[in-house]
């Protein structure tokens, strides 16, 4: 079992930034991917940012120069750091731990961008 435990949410206004961070805890596999996904209000939750171990990070279109995702394997952390924010970046963000076989959640926080 893998325990995801986010912190960093809150209200912001328009043009303003957050940090979100995420810390994994468990049987970790150094391997893992981890990312951020975001569900908004009555709509399905996609992917925001994915950091895998080895390889490429990947951003939505929707975030691209704005958000950058980083880890810190040695404490099995990993950051959103969200600039410029925009209200339809209002959404529960959760953070995501995969490996080839497993797959975790954390239990989300909300970030609100308000005008």
């Known amino acids: 079992q893998v325990q995801l435990v986010e912190s960093g949410g809150g209200l912001v206004q328009p043009g303003g930034s957050l940090r979100l961070s995420c810390t994994a805890s468990?049987?970790?596999?150094?391997?893992?991917?981890m990312a951020w996904y975001r569900q908004p209000p009555g709509k399905h939750r996609d992917l925001v940012s994915l950091r895998p171990m080895f390889g490429s990070t990947n951003y939505a279109d929707s975030v691209k120069g704005r958000f950058t995702i980083s880890r810190d394997n040695a404490k099995n952390t990993v950051y959103l750091q969200m600039n410029n924010l925009k209200p339809e970046d209002t959404a529960v963000y959760y953070c995501?731990?995969?490996?080839?076989?497993?797959?975790?959640w954390g239990q989300g926080t909300q970030v609100t961008v308000y005008s």
């Open positions: 468990g049987n970790i596999t150094r391997s893992a991917a």
């Open positions: 995501n731990y995969q490996t080839l076989t497993t797959d975790y």
